[in-house]
């Protein structure tokens, strides 16, 4: 099904490298480069030998091919479905495709055969018009490597003005929110994208360069106790991050490197862990746990 | 050998390269092993291994051979590079793939996906027959075809040789995955290329498709194909592992679109042995939270809808049309409003089990952000506000154990909390008191 020589690594560098040598460039150095693009670390060793060797019968051994066309492939039908899914998901009105060839296909799935359920429930208004219209400005800005002037509203209701460069877009699936990150404006560098009022691309005076300051990364150790299925559970949940895992006696310390920006958020991910988590280190970190652990005390339960 | 082509520039690797061009049988020796598979299974363990966990060492990979776990270990290298680690320690070196999603734009694991072998003569062919099939104007019969091949293949000193059997069955795997159409002219089959599909500039689209939604390694297919370009862009909270089980997604999304039944392998957590299972699949529940996936399937065996992880499914393959699909997705649609997270309703005693949930939270006079948070992240139930500082939160849910590490996260605010069930309350404020020992927090000053 999905897992077919046709979608493979090599099929896709052979394509490549037939396509080559039919425009006539067939120099060592150029094969070579589609190989380490297109196939996999250890590729060299096989792929263009197996074709020199003429073990599959594509290249000759003075270079030439007795293909006569660049390959191609028509789109399979998981393929067609797949992107006909795409097209039914109501976040595609921001990229303005519409495919008519598809207008018969199946999707592969519909919102009936799939949830997902723990995506919270203020994602942005991706079908609104104005939404869609800022969005759409931002990626031609970044796609044309231009500055955009926007207005948008704070998180404390302020009115604010900007003057950015847009680097790309950030997508939270957990969140369901697009944000914009910038450079070239000292106070902003993360915009949400719902946020935004107005939005222009911008041809005045260039957006002043801000050295880009490296992002603050802390590594926090958690000791998990294996019980309950913490383990996997805690593995899995913290998955998405730079991470090593170490066994110590009878537990496990889980070293995660983050972002400190997003350390609220962090405290209350290893506070969901219960007592079978438990923040080691940074100090300042275990502090905060410690902090929320006494006023949960004060409450009583 | 491996080893040493890491460490070296790109030149230096063309220049081995050579070396093995002109020294044919250091290729041979070199083939015994393969960076490409036959079957993803037996790999799709190693890697979640490696990359959920990654502490254990080569000893503990008991189950297959050190020979396969040498293997494995070495493709993994190949297919995703920098992400592969390892750190040593007293048991042996343990390796393990760490990947800040934040970082990387497109899922390394759909590499894996991209590594099934194949023979010299599967290669050969395709390559030829897409092009004696150029457009999808031509239309040949099979003997047409063959002769065709004669003619690619006469350029060439050693010969390879098709037979009528080896294009027709080809021909026939192609067809059923749509590139190639089949037609009957009187008695004789005919065969086309599928027409190409017009597709407008889609590589925005992808490059974001293809890492939310399901099976999104079809969307990196697509991508494979398009001219490079670098995404615009990036995602948080982006869980990958799902990538390496999108062979099961898409066999059980493919069961849903036809309304059919089907058997599959499940390993259960408790069982050493994955055992066959006869499912109707209902709908895949999807976490943004954990990656995880379910599968939640009526199980005429037991006469109930049960959840199934799809990364301890396996081999699932078709069966019949159920007529009884419609009947039962509106079954579980109506469980829905009670599922916190993937428990469907459970019989206890004959009896539905409803578990009613009820917590009290108190909020500081600028903590607003606390009540947007419970009605932002509440999936069932509802928010009452008692006073301009006190909220409370109702549910009815199948399964309260669902919901703890949820209720877990206003620890600091917490000022009541009822469940119905008792032992998953009284396992609460237990926990709670465990942490306070933990953490070392004995009286508090008010």
Same mark, same amino acid.
């Given at each position: 099904?999905? &897992?077919?020589e046709?979608?493979?690594?090599?099929?896709?560098?052979?394509?490549?490298?037939?396509?080559?040598v039919?425009?006539?460039k067939c120099?060592?150095?150029?094969?070579?480069?589609i190989v380490?693009?297109?196939?996999?670390?250890?590729?060299?060793?096989t792929?263009?030998?197996?074709?020199?060797?003429?073990?599959?019968k594509?290249i000759?051994k003075? !270079?030439? *091919?007795?293909?006569?066309?660049?390959? *191609? !492939?028509?789109?399979?039908?998981?393929?067609?479905?797949w992107?006909?899914?795409?097209?039914e998901?109501?976040?595609?009105?921001?990229?303005?495709?519409?495919?008519?060839?598809?207008?018969?296909?199946?999707?592969?799935? #519909?919102p009936?055969?799939?949830?997902?359920?723990?995506?919270?429930s203020d994602?942005?208004?991706?079908?609104?018009?104005?939404?869609?219209?800022?969005?759409?400005?931002?990626?031609c800005?970044?796609?044309?490597?231009?500055?955009v002037?926007?207005e948008? #509203?704070?998180?404390?209701?302020?009115?604010?003005y900007?003057?950015?460069?847009?680097?790309?877009?950030?997508?939270?699936?957990?969140?369901?929110k697009f944000?914009?990150i910038?450079t070239?404006?000292?106070?902003?560098?993360?915009?949400?994208?719902?946020?935004? #009022?107005?939005?222009?691309?911008?041809?005045?005076d260039?957006?002043?360069?801000?050295?880009?300051?490296?992002?603050?990364?802390?590594?926090? #150790?958690?000791?998990?106790?294996d019980?309950?299925?913490?383990?996997?559970?805690c593995?899995?949940? &913290?998955?998405?991050?730079?991470?090593?895992?170490?066994?110590?006696g009878?537990?496990?310390?889980?070293?995660i490197?983050?972002?400190?920006?997003?350390?609220?958020? !962090?405290?209350?991910r290893?506070?969901?862990?219960?007592? !079978?988590?438990?923040?080691?280190?940074?100090?300042d970190?275990?502090?905060k746990?410690?902090?929320?652990?006494?006023?949960?005390?004060?409450?009583?339960? | 050998?491996?080893?040493?082509?890491?460490?070296?520039?790109?030149?230096e690797?063309?220049?081995?390269l050579?070396y093995?061009?002109?020294?044919?049988?250091?290729?041979?020796?070199? +083939? +015994?092993?393969?960076?490409?598979?036959?079957n993803?299974?037996k790999?799709?363990n190693?890697m979640?291994?490696?990359?959920i966990?990654?502490f254990?060492?080569?000893?503990?990979y008991?189950?297959?051979?050190?020979?396969?776990y040498?293997?494995?270990?070495?493709?993994?290298?190949?297919?995703?590079?920098?992400?592969?680690?390892?750190?040593?320690?007293?048991?042996?070196?343990?390796?393990?793939?760490?990947?800040?999603?934040?970082?990387?734009k497109h899922?390394?694991?759909?590499?894996a996906?991209?590594?099934?072998?194949f023979t010299d003569?599967?290669?050969?062919?395709h390559?030829?027959?897409?092009?004696?099939?150029?457009?999808?104007?031509?239309?040949?019969?099979l003997p047409?075809?063959i +002769?065709?091949?004669e003619? @690619?293949?006469?350029?060439?000193?050693?010969?390879m040789?098709f037979?009528?059997?080896?294009?027709?069955?080809?021909?026939?795997?192609?067809?059923?995955?749509?590139?190639?159409?089949?037609?009957?002219?009187?008695?004789?089959?005919?065969?086309?290329? +599928?027409?190409?599909?017009?597709?407008?500039?889609?590589?925005?689209l992808?490059?974001?498709?293809?890492?939310?939604?399901?099976?999104?390694?079809?969307?990196?297919?697509?991508?494979?194909?398009?001219?490079?370009?670098?995404?615009?862009?990036?995602?948080?909270?982006?869980?990958?592992?799902s990538?390496?089980?999108?062979?099961?997604?898409?066999?059980?999304?493919?069961?849903?679109?036809?309304?059919?039944?089907i058997?599959? @392998?499940?390993?259960?957590?408790?069982?050493?042995?994955?055992?066959?299972?006869?499912?109707?699949?209902?709908?895949?529940?999807?976490?943004?939270?954990?990656?995880?996936?379910?599968?939640?399937?009526y199980?005429?065996?037991?006469?109930?809808?049960?959840?199934f992880?799809?990364?301890?499914?396996s081999?699932?393959?078709?069966?019949?049309v159920s007529?009884?699909?419609?009947?039962?997705?509106?079954?579980?649609h109506?469980?829905?409003?009670?599922?916190?997270?993937?428990?469907?309703?459970?019989?206890?005693h004959?009896?539905?089990?409803?578990?009613? %949930?009820e917590?009290?939270?108190? /909020?500081?006079?600028?903590?607003?952000?606390?009540?947007?948070?419970?009605?932002?992240?509440?999936?069932?139930?509802?928010?009452?506000k008692?006073?301009?500082?006190?909220?409370?939160?109702?549910?009815? %849910?199948?399964?309260?154990?669902?919901?703890?590490?949820?209720?877990?996260?206003f /620890?600091?605010?917490?000022t009541?909390?009822?469940?119905?069930?008792?032992?998953?309350?009284?396992?609460?404020?237990?926990?709670?008191?465990?942490?306070?020992?933990i953490?070392g927090?004995?009286?508090?000053?008010?």
């Open positions: 099904m999905i &897992f077919n046709i979608y493979s690594a090599y099929y896709n560098a052979v394509a490549k490298i037939i396509a080559k039919l425009e006539g120099d060592d150095r150029e094969l070579g480069k380490a693009r297109y196939a996999f670390g250890e590729s060299v060793i792929l263009l030998p197996s074709l020199k060797s003429e073990k599959w594509l000759t003075d !270079m030439k *091919t007795p293909i006569k066309k660049k390959p *191609t !492939m028509p789109l399979t039908d998981i393929q067609k479905m992107l006909k899914a795409v097209l998901d109501p976040r595609i009105k921001l990229f303005d495709v519409q495919i008519p060839a598809l207008s018969d296909v199946e999707p592969l799935f #519909t009936e055969d799939y949830r997902v359920y723990d995506k919270y994602g942005d208004p991706v079908e609104d018009e104005e939404y869609i219209k800022h969005f759409r400005t931002i990626l800005a970044i796609k044309n490597g231009r500055n002037k926007i948008m #509203t704070s998180r404390k209701g302020k009115e604010i900007v003057r950015c460069k847009p680097i790309c877009i950030e997508y939270s699936e957990k969140d369901d944000r914009v910038t070239g404006c000292p106070f902003v560098k993360t915009i949400n994208v719902a946020r935004i #009022t107005k939005c222009n691309l911008y041809s005045g260039d957006v002043r360069e801000v050295e880009t300051v490296d992002e603050s990364y802390e590594t926090l #150790t958690l000791k998990v106790r019980e309950r299925n913490a383990l996997e559970r593995m899995l949940h &913290f998955a998405h991050f730079e991470k090593r895992a170490e066994r110590v009878e537990d496990y310390l889980v070293h490197k983050f972002n400190k920006d997003d350390e609220p958020e !962090m405290v209350i290893v506070l969901s862990f219960g007592p !079978m988590v438990e923040a080691v280190a940074p100090q970190f275990r502090e746990i410690i902090d929320k652990l006494k006023k949960q005390k004060i409450c009583g339960l | 050998m491996y080893v040493l082509l890491k460490k070296f520039s790109d030149v690797m063309l220049k081995i050579w093995n061009v002109e020294n044919t049988e250091e290729v041979n020796t070199v +083939a +015994a092993y393969s960076e490409l598979i036959k993803f299974e790999i799709r190693y979640r291994e490696f990359y966990y990654g254990k060492s080569r000893d503990e008991d189950r297959k051979s050190a020979r396969s040498d293997d494995e270990k070495r493709r993994m290298e190949s297919w995703l590079g920098d992400y592969m680690n390892f750190v040593r320690t007293p048991d042996g070196k343990n390796v393990f793939i760490s990947i800040d999603s934040r970082v990387s899922n390394p694991f759909y590499r996906l991209k590594a099934k072998s003569r599967d290669i050969t062919l390559f030829i027959l897409f092009d004696i099939l150029s457009s999808s104007d031509i239309s040949l019969t047409e075809i +002769a065709g091949t003619k @690619y293949l006469s350029r060439f000193e050693c010969q040789e037979d009528e059997s080896t294009v027709r069955k080809k021909l026939k795997e192609y067809a059923s995955l749509g590139i190639i159409i089949l037609e009957k002219d009187g008695k004789k089959a005919r065969y086309r290329r +599928a027409e190409e599909v017009e597709l407008p500039d889609i590589t925005d992808l490059n974001f498709y293809s890492e939310v939604l399901p099976c999104g390694v079809i969307g990196s297919f697509l991508l494979d194909k398009q001219e490079e370009s670098e995404s615009n862009f990036t995602f948080k909270h982006h869980y990958m592992t990538a390496i089980d999108s062979n099961v997604l898409c066999a059980l999304f493919l069961a849903m679109r036809e309304k059919r039944i058997t599959a @392998y499940n390993l259960s957590r408790h069982a050493e042995e994955a055992t066959k299972v006869r499912l109707i699949p209902l709908r895949i529940l999807i976490s943004v939270q954990n990656g995880r996936q379910h599968l939640l399937a199980q005429p065996e037991y006469n109930t809808i049960k959840t992880r799809v990364d301890y499914l081999e699932v393959t078709l069966e019949e007529p009884r699909f419609d009947e039962l997705r509106q079954e579980l109506d469980m829905e409003p009670m599922m916190w997270g993937v428990t469907a309703k459970k019989k206890l004959g009896e539905h089990n409803i578990q009613n %949930v917590f009290t939270i108190k /909020i500081g006079d600028d903590e607003e952000y606390i009540i947007r948070r419970l009605e932002r992240e509440k999936r069932v139930g509802q928010v009452i008692v006073d301009d500082n006190t909220y409370r939160f109702v549910a009815k %849910v199948y399964d309260t154990s669902e919901m703890i590490p949820w209720i877990r996260t /620890i600091c605010r917490i009541n909390l009822e469940f119905s069930n008792k032992n998953f309350e009284n396992q609460f404020k237990s926990d709670v008191e465990e942490m306070y020992r953490y927090i004995e009286e508090v000053e008010v």
